[in-house]
Each structure stands twice: as structure tokens, then as C-alpha cells.
């Protein structure tokens, strides 16, 4: 076992690559069996490097039908990663490498280098795929324009950059801004574009089109209006404008993530373009909002700065997701955004950091990059800028960005190098700041309160630990900012969100002359990512949920209160008491608070939340125990609040037609909250009907979700089957909500059933996840003590493994929090990563998975 164990790349090791490349010219001749791409590469040797090294080429499963450096024939035979032409077969200067390969993108089950979908071809090169193209050196530090030629039957031919040429059967692209090879991009199809037009603040006129298959076009108008907010709002808030004469987005059905930002190309799961009422929910339209402007924020941060090495991967992902975050907080409701993050935040990043895969925002090392694109890099990466930002203020963050957009564009950088910028613009020391980069874990937060009466001294004492995480034992305190606020006890705000910052161990913060003992609320706007130790009564919890003007820390309260309750309720019969009840009944009355946001108060936390808080304090979580504890709780809470939640669903509709706006899915949240509550009193009496008259797919899918959940859904989920099975992306959903809402003795044998359906094609990552996915979200299900659920998702992994290892070892992570367990299960989920990991010819993604998460 141990001598097949693939190397492991570390970040120590990084060297400056030996050549850059002045200009890339590419001919692809497209084949779905036998495609030629020829390259010719203008090399020079790199004045930052070690001279008189070799040039090594990457290259993987390519056949190399011949090459020529400087005209001359190449004798150099490739190997099974690459070329390695040797330093003496060099010539002294700069010099041109030319190269015809042959390759086969039909049998791309892997969705990574050229594949084709559906008839499409299409690239995915992010992190290491261009090397399944042609042989070059394919590192983010290595930029170059780009000139391409495509030619081919399919009548639309797409490239990064501009048009310069066509013809019939071929098109040429030339790009002039230089690009590492990761943000290559092809399209070649039979496709329509929905098109639009946009002018930049610096004048120039931009083609935007969205490519989809024919059919689909009627399904871009949102994607294409986010598109232009997002345009508008980089110009407005970064002062960053579009750099070239076309944009274009396309559609594809089988792609291994959400979406990928090539120069000009960025190339999207249909999932996260396309909509209409009838077919996408409000959660749709807002990831489709979301990502579009992810992708778009790309082009900035990420592609005019790019990463020195794939260890930088926050230098791009954690700043764009946060400039995504910003954009999604500045169109919806701003609280809303940030409770939502912080809940995503917590379910994947916490879990991860808690867990068996635990690693820095930058890592020092991995196996394979692109078991490294984790919640981690992304949003706890995402995270650190929110900190950053608050520490320096948002004046310093902007001058900083504009000093690093100046300083850096063009450039492939390091984390350094970004801190640099901020110590700069700043004056700001932040080598302790560093450390959030580089040192792995969750800290906990322990807060401490005295009070003396006699001089109205109120002091603070907060300290800080991180628990130890895989190869790092030892942690050095962080700089923490706190944003804290005191509220008098008649629930009058003393103190507006001043920052502490916790540099130390252990500090004391201390408030003079206060009239009264104040009641804090910390960590507002969920200031740092850090889990809160703060015994708390039930009571100060009610008063905070009812009086904090913090609306994250007002949810927050809410949210413990009910972790909390269910945490006691999953461990003994315990019952809520009217307090609590009566609480929410307040905060659902209060008509002052927006309906989304009152939609958040009363959704409880889930399963996985409880389960992590369990382990958290202690206690072994018992899955099956946990969820009837959350079941009865959604029904007491229903029936407390019954007349409420019926006035609410029956005010709370959204006359006229479907508008994805904020203020109608904020409606429609409130209301269908309402409505999943209603339906564990009403037999599904009000979701029935909703079903059969519902206008739009928010409402049709809420309500079979909730006929579902009830045992009551079979006729729905039948008829909802034949309305849409012409749609792949609704089916997903169908798929989706059948494993997700069956009973946790039955989750498994669902997904199973399903997975024999003719309409279960596995190959396609997006209908993979809908079963699987699924299953490991029914969480009660997927850990139901038979182990089926585990053996049923290692069955399927082994099978999707050699088919497309990224989409599996992503999958895998389902088992991460096997620690957490009791010992029976535990010895369950450590049996099935056994299996899977002694599958012979098994993936370097998922061996490198198995391994780590085994420990
Ligand atoms: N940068 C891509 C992700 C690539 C994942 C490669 N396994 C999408 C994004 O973060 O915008
Ligand atoms: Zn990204």
C-alpha cells in the first residue's frame, strides 16, 4: 500500500518556474474521438530563476504525435506526467516549442481537460487540466496571452478573449490579457445565446451573451440581468470595469462544480443559469444571483491577480467569495445574507475544521489540488477579509484593494504579498493576523463576566484555545476581532458594536461607570469565526432574541435557545417551556421585522447543527434520537403557534406575477415556513392544495417537499414526476426531495430504488448528487444504525470513482465526522473507507480522501 501512496507537493518546495512564456498559439481540429491540438509556444528563460535548469512540460494522457523546438524535431519521450526536455537540448534564449498531440474528449468521463456534454465540447482545466490538452507548463505562475483557432462542424466556436476571425467550420480568439493556462476555456456547439449589451464606466462596449442549448433560451434573462448588476456594482464598489469586447457564459449540463471563471468564458452548470418560475425556485434564482457574480468578481480577483501557486487558492476564492457576499448582501436583505453565511459557514467549514480534514485557509501541502477547493479555502478564506476589513476599517480595506489591484495586476501572488498590501495602505502590523492563514481549527471563545455593583465596573474576560487539528498540535493565540454591544436591562442599547481585539490568551475588557449590570451581545455580526463558550441562561437568551438591535446576534440568541432545548430533548423527554414558546410567538408577531428574516427566526437548526453542538459539549450524538427530537419539536411549536402560522399563510401571498425580488421570496419564505409547520397538524390539507394550484415551482416544490416530509406525498411526487420529466434540472430536484424527506429507516432503501430508475443517470454529477447527495443530507437516514446508508454511498463511490474521481472524493467527505460517533457506528463508517480505500486502481483524489479521513 504504502509504496503506491501518490507524492504528496508541499508549499516549502515552491521554486520560480525556469521559463515564461512570451505568446500561446493553439489550433484544436475537433473529434469527439480523435481530436488534434497543435501548440506553438514562444519560451524565454525566467531572470528570477536558477539558470541552466531543464523545462519540464505537463502533460497527461496525451499522444504526442510529433514536436520541434526551433524547427527542429524533439527526441524527448514523454513519461506518464509529462516531458522533460533537458537543460543542454536548450537553446540559450528565448526560444519556440511547437507540438501536435491527439486526444479523445468522448471518453472524458472525468469532466476535467476536453470532454464533450450532450454533443458540446467543453474544457474544464482548473486546477490541472490543461495538461489533458496539450503539454505545457501548467502553473498558475506561468502567464501568457493566448491565440486560438478552432476548427469543426459545430456551428458555434468559442474561445477566451476576443473574436478576431471566422469562417465556415472555423473561428480564431485572440487574448490579450496574459492568463495562467488554468483559465483556458473552449466551447464548441450547436447553441443559441441569449444576448445583451453593456457599456463600462471607462466607455467600452460589451457584447454579453449566454450560450445554451436550443430550448434553453428562454431560461437566461435573470442570470443575464444579475450578470449586468454584478458589472455595475464591481464599478461602483471596487472601481473595477470589463476589460474586453465580449463576455459570454455558457451552459452545460454535466459539470463536475457550480461554475468556472475562464477569461471571458466562464463556463456554468445549467443548474446555475437557467430559470423560470415555473422550473427554479427562489433558492435557484438566488445561487444563480450569486454565482454568476462570483465568477464575474473573478475576473479581478483571480484572473488579472492570479496565484503564485495553488497553495494561494484563498488569494482568489476567499476574496471573491467575500466580494460575492458583499454584492448578495447589498441586493437582498443584509441580515438575512449574513445569517445564511454564517449557517452554510458552520455546517461545512466548522464540521470540516472539527473533523479528520481539518487544514489551513492555506495549506502546506496536498496530494491532489483539487481535494483542496473546501469550504475552508472558500469561506472560511471568505472570512478572514470579513475580519480584515472590520479590523482595518472599511475606509483602509478600500484603499488597500485599490493599492493592491495597482500594484499587482498582471501578477501571480502569494498571501504575503496581499498582507503586504495591507500593512502598507494601513501601517497596520499583521504578522499575528497571519496566522489565521496558516494555522488550522476553530477557536473557542470562553467569556467570562463580573460585575461590582458599588463602581458600575463591568469586565469582560475572554480567552482564546484551538483545539489541536492533523499535524498541528501546538496553536498560537490569533487576533480576534470581537464586536460587542451592552444593552441595558431594560433592554436600551449602553453601547453600540465597539471591536475588542483579543490578541492574548486571556484579556480582560473592562466598562466603567455603567448604571446598571448590562447585558453583552458578543460576537455581533458574527464577527470572527469562532465557536462562543458563554453560559448563558435560557432567560438572558429570551431577552436577547428580544431586544438585541443586532439582527445577527438577535437570530443568534434565537438559535441557542432552540440548540439548546433540542439538545437537552435529543438526551432525555425533555419538553419546551413556555418561555421559549412564547418567544417565538413574539418575534413571529413582530410585524416591525421583515418577513425573510422572521422565516429565519423560526426555522430550527438542523440536524447536523445539533449533532456538531452535541459532540461539541461532549456527548455522543444519537442520530435517530436527534431527529425525533427536532420532529416533536417543529410539532410543539406548531401547535403553539397554530392560529399565527394560518393568518401568516394566508396573509403572506404574493398577488401579481412571479417576481424573484427580495421582498416577494421574502414573503413566500415566511409563508412557506408557515406552511411546513401547518402541515405536521394538518395533514397536509393546506399543502395539498397549494400543491395543485401553486403558480410557480417555489411554491410547487415547497409544498411537495412538506407532503413528503409527512408521509403524505406519493400522488404529488407521482404527478410532479410526469408534469416535469422532460426537465433535467426540475427531476433533480424530484430526486433530490424523495431521498431527502424519506423516513430514516427508509432513506436508504429510497436512494437505492432510485438509483434503478431509467431516468438515474449517474454519470451526470448533478443527478449523482440529487440521490447521494441527498442521502447524506437526510443526516438521521444516512447515519441510521442498520449502516446502510454507509454501505449503500461507498457502493456508489467505488463505482464513480474511475468514472470522475473529483466528483467522488468530493462525495466522500460525507463521512468526516465518523469520530463523532458511537462506537458501533464508527466501526461501521472506518469499515466502508476501508473498502473503499483498498479498491485496487482507486483515484489519487479519493485514496488521498480515504486516507486523511481514516487518520
Ligand atoms: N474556480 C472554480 C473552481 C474550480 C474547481 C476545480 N476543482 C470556480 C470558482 O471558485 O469560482
Ligand atoms: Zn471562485
Request: charged share 25%.
Given at each position: 500500500m504504502k509504496d503506491a501512496a501518490?507524492?504528496?507537493?508541499?508549499?516549502?518546495?515552491?521554486?520560480?518556474?525556469?521559463?515564461?512564456?512570451?505568446?500561446?498559439?493553439?489550433?484544436?481540429?475537433?473529434?469527439?474521438?480523435?481530436?488534434?491540438?497543435?501548440?506553438?509556444?514562444?519560451?524565454?528563460?525566467?531572470?528570477?530563476?536558477?539558470?541552466?535548469?531543464?523545462?519540464?512540460?505537463?502533460?497527461?494522457?496525451?499522444?504526442?504525435?510529433?514536436?520541434?523546438?526551433?524547427?527542429?524535431?524533439?527526441?524527448?519521450?514523454?513519461?506518464?506526467?509529462?516531458?522533460?526536455?533537458?537543460?543542454?537540448?536548450?537553446?540559450?534564449?528565448?526560444?519556440?516549442?511547437?507540438?501536435?498531440?491527439?486526444?479523445?474528449?468522448?471518453?472524458?468521463?472525468?469532466?476535467?481537460?476536453?470532454?464533450?456534454?450532450?454533443?458540446?465540447?467543453?474544457?474544464?482545466?482548473?486546477?490541472?487540466?490543461?495538461?489533458?490538452?496539450?503539454?505545457?507548463?501548467?502553473?498558475?505562475?506561468?502567464?501568457?496571452?493566448?491565440?486560438?483557432?478552432?476548427?469543426?462542424?459545430?456551428?458555434?466556436?468559442?474561445?477566451?478573449?476576443?473574436?478576431?476571425?471566422?469562417?465556415?467550420?472555423?473561428?480564431?480568439?485572440?487574448?490579450?490579457?496574459?492568463?495562467?493556462?488554468?483559465?483556458?476555456?473552449?466551447?464548441?456547439?450547436?447553441?443559441?445565446?441569449?444576448?445583451?449589451?453593456?457599456?463600462?464606466?471607462?466607455?467600452?462596449?460589451?457584447?454579453?451573451?449566454?450560450?445554451?442549448?436550443?430550448?434553453?433560451?428562454?431560461?437566461?434573462?435573470?442570470?443575464?440581468?444579475?450578470?449586468?448588476?454584478?458589472?455595475?456594482?464591481?464599478?461602483?464598489?471596487?472601481?473595477?470595469?470589463?476589460?474586453?469586447?465580449?463576455?459570454?457564459?455558457?451552459?452545460?449540463?454535466?459539470f463536475n462544480m457550480g461554475a468556472m471563471e475562464n477569461k471571458g468564458l466562464n463556463i456554468f452548470n445549467s443548474k446555475y443559469v437557467l430559470a423560470s418560475p415555473e422550473t427554479a425556485t427562489d433558492t435557484d434564482y438566488d445561487n444563480i444571483e450569486r454565482i454568476i457574480a462570483h465568477e464575474y468578481f473573478h475576473n479581478w480577483t483571480g484572473n488579472r491577480i492570479t496565484c503564485r501557486d495553488w497553495f494561494q487558492l484563498c488569494l482568489k476564492e476567499g476574496l471573491t467569495v467575500f466580494r460575492d457576499q458583499q454584492f448578495s448582501a447589498d441586493t437582498r436583505s443584509g441580515a438575512v445574507k449574513r445569517i445564511e453565511d454564517v449557517i452554510a459557514l458552520r455546517a461545512r467549514q466548522f464540521r470540516e475544521d472539527t473533523g479528520p480534514?481539518?487544514?489551513?485557509?492555506?495549506?502546506?501541502?496536498?496530494?491532489?489540488?483539487?481535494?483542496?477547493?473546501?469550504?475552508?479555502?472558500?469561506?472560511?478564506?471568505?472570512?478572514?477579509?470579513?475580519?480584515?476589513?472590520?479590523?482595518?476599517?472599511?475606509?483602509?480595506?478600500?484603499?488597500?484593494?485599490?493599492?493592491?489591484?495597482?500594484?499587482?495586476?498582471?501578477?501571480?501572488?502569494?498571501?504575503?504579498?496581499?498582507?503586504?498590501?495591507?500593512?502598507?495602505?494601513?501601517?497596520?502590523?499583521?504578522?499575528?493576523?497571519?496566522?489565521?492563514?496558516?494555522?488550522?481549527?476553530?477557536?473557542?471563545?470562553?467569556?467570562?463576566?463580573?460585575?461590582?455593583?458599588?463602581?458600575?465596573?463591568?469586565?469582560?474576560?475572554?480567552?482564546?484555545?484551538?483545539?489541536?487539528?492533523?499535524?498541528?498540535?501546538?496553536?498560537?493565540?490569533?487576533?480576534?476581532?470581537?464586536?460587542?454591544?451592552?444593552?441595558?436591562?431594560?433592554?436600551?442599547?449602553?453601547?453600540?458594536?465597539?471591536?475588542?481585539?483579543?490578541?492574548?490568551?486571556?484579556?480582560?475588557?473592562?466598562f466603567e461607570g455603567l448604571p446598571a449590570r448590562p447585558v453583552p451581545s458578543l460576537l455581533r455580526g458574527f464577527s470572527a469565526p469562532v465557536i462562543l463558550q458563554h453560559a448563558q441562561s435560557a432567560?438572558?437568551?429570551?431577552?436577547?432574541?428580544?431586544?438585541?438591535?443586532?439582527?445577527?446576534?438577535?437570530?443568534?440568541?434565537?438559535?441557542?435557545?432552540?440548540?439548546?432545548?433540542?439538545?437537552?430533548m435529543s438526551r432525555a423527554d425533555a419538553a419546551p417551556g413556555p418561555a421559549w414558546l412564547d418567544a417565538m410567538e413574539a418575534v413571529l408577531a413582530d410585524d416591525?421585522?421583515?418577513?425573510?428574516?422572521?422565516?429565519?427566526?423560526?426555522?430550527?437548526?438542523?440536524?447536523?447543527?445539533?449533532?456538531?453542538?452535541?459532540?461539541?459539549?461532549?456527548?455522543?450524538?444519537?442520530?435517530?434520537?436527534?431527529?425525533?427530537?427536532?420532529?416533536?419539536?417543529?410539532?410543539?411549536l406548531a401547535a403553539h403557534l397554530e392560529p399565527r402560522l394560518a393568518t401568516l399563510y394566508d396573509t403572506m401571498d404574493t398577488p401579481g406575477p412571479y417576481s424573484p425580488e427580495a421582498r416577494d421570496a421574502g414573503r413566500r419564505a415566511l409563508r412557506l415556513s408557515c406552511l411546513s409547520l401547518l402541515s405536521a397538524l394538518d395533514g397536509g390539507a393546506r399543502a395539498a392544495r397549494l400543491f395543485d394550484q401553486a403558480g410557480n415551482m417555489t411554491e410547487q416544490f415547497a409544498a411537495l417537499n412538506c407532503l413528503l416530509h409527512i408521509g403524505a406525498g406519493d400522488e404529488a411526487a407521482a404527478r410532479f414526476y410526469r408534469q416535469w420529466a422532460h426537465d433535467r434540472l426540475v427531476i433533480d430536484k424530484w430526486f433530490g426531495a424523495r431521498v431527502r424527506n424519506a423516513p430514516p429507516a427508509r432513506a436508504a432503501q429510497t436512494a437505492e430504488d432510485l438509483s434503478r430508475h431509467p431516468d438515474f443517470t449517474w454519470q451526470n454529477p448533478n443527478r449523482f448528487r440529487a440521490v447521494f447527495g441527498a442521502l447524506t443530507a437526510n443526516t438521521a437516514g444516512f447515519h441510521h444504525a442498520s449502516g446502510a446508508g454507509y454501505r449503500l454511498l461507498a457502493d456508489w463511490l467505488i463505482r464513480l470513482d474511475p468514472v470522475n474521481p473529483q466528483t467522488a472524493a468530493r462525495l466522500s467527505t460525507a463521512f468526516e465526522t465518523w469520530a463523532r460517533f458511537d462506537p458501533a457506528r464508527q466501526q461501521m463508517i472506518r469499515t466502508e473507507l476501508k473498502r473503499i480505500a483498498e479498491t485496487p486502481g482507486l483515484s489519487r483524489d479519493m485514496t488521498e480522501m480515504t486516507s486523511r479521513i481514516l487518520g
Open positions: 501518490p507524492q504528496a507537493v508541499h508549499l516549502d518546495d515552491y521554486t520560480p518556474p525556469p521559463f515564461l512564456v512570451e505568446s500561446v498559439s493553439l489550433i484544436f481540429r475537433l473529434d469527439p474521438k480523435a481530436t488534434k491540438v497543435q501548440s506553438r509556444v514562444r519560451f524565454v528563460p525566467n531572470p528570477d530563476a536558477v539558470p541552466g535548469q531543464a523545462l519540464r512540460l505537463d502533460g497527461e494522457g496525451l499522444i504526442l504525435l510529433n514536436a520541434t523546438l526551433d524547427g527542429t524535431p524533439v527526441t524527448a519521450r514523454p513519461d506518464e506526467t509529462g516531458l522533460t526536455l533537458p537543460a543542454e537540448a536548450l537553446p540559450r534564449g528565448p526560444f519556440t516549442w511547437e507540438a501536435e498531440v491527439e486526444i479523445a474528449p468522448e471518453g472524458n468521463t472525468a469532466l476535467e481537460g476536453l470532454y464533450m456534454s450532450k454533443g458540446m465540447y467543453c474544457t474544464q482545466c482548473e486546477a490541472e487540466g490543461f495538461r489533458k490538452i496539450t503539454f505545457y507548463p501548467d502553473r498558475p505562475d506561468v502567464m501568457a496571452p493566448f491565440r486560438v483557432r478552432i476548427e469543426s462542424d459545430r456551428p458555434v466556436l468559442l474561445s477566451n478573449g476576443n473574436p478576431v476571425a471566422q469562417g465556415p467550420g472555423w473561428a480564431e480568439w485572440d487574448d490579450p490579457h496574459p492568463k495562467p493556462a488554468y483559465l483556458f476555456a473552449l466551447v464548441a456547439g450547436d447553441l443559441v445565446a441569449h444576448s445583451d449589451r453593456f457599456t463600462t464606466s471607462e466607455g467600452r462596449e460589451v457584447a454579453l451573451n449566454i450560450w445554451v442549448r436550443k430550448g434553453d433560451e428562454g431560461r437566461c434573462g435573470y442570470a443575464m440581468d444579475a450578470l449586468k448588476r454584478s458589472m455595475r456594482w464591481d464599478e461602483e464598489v471596487y472601481g473595477r470595469a470589463y476589460d474586453l469586447d465580449v463576455f459570454n457564459i455558457v451552459a452545460v449540463d454535466d480534514l481539518a487544514h489551513p485557509v492555506r495549506p502546506d501541502s496536498y496530494v491532489e489540488i483539487n481535494n483542496f477547493y473546501t469550504a475552508t479555502v472558500y469561506e472560511k478564506g471568505a472570512e478572514l477579509i470579513r475580519m480584515l476589513r472590520l479590523l482595518v476599517g472599511a475606509q483602509a480595506y478600500d484603499a488597500a484593494l485599490q493599492l493592491y489591484f495597482q500594484r499587482h495586476d498582471g501578477q501571480a501572488c502569494t498571501i504575503e504579498d496581499w498582507l503586504q498590501v495591507f500593512a502598507d495602505a494601513t501601517g497596520r502590523d499583521l504578522s499575528q493576523f497571519k496566522r489565521w492563514y496558516v494555522q488550522a481549527g476553530t477557536p473557542r471563545l470562553h467569556v467570562d463576566e463580573t460585575w461590582e455593583e458599588d463602581s458600575g465596573t463591568y469586565t469582560l474576560t475572554l480567552r482564546q484555545h484551538t483545539p489541536p487539528t492533523p499535524g498541528q498540535p501546538l496553536k498560537e493565540p490569533l487576533l480576534i476581532p470581537v464586536a460587542l454591544g451592552l444593552l441595558a436591562p431594560d433592554g436600551r442599547e449602553i453601547m453600540r458594536s465597539a471591536v475588542l481585539e483579543l490578541a492574548a490568551p486571556e484579556q480582560g475588557f473592562v432567560e438572558r437568551q429570551a431577552f436577547l432574541l428580544a431586544h438585541d438591535t443586532d439582527p445577527f446576534s438577535k437570530w443568534e440568541a434565537g438559535r441557542a435557545l432552540a440548540r439548546n432545548l433540542l439538545m437537552q416591525s421585522l421583515d418577513p425573510a428574516y422572521r422565516a429565519r427566526l423560526l426555522a430550527l437548526p438542523d440536524e447536523e447543527d445539533i449533532a456538531r453542538a452535541l459532540h461539541e459539549a461532549g456527548h455522543t450524538p444519537d442520530p435517530a434520537a436527534i431527529h425525533a427530537a427536532r420532529e416533536k419539536l417543529r410539532q410543539t
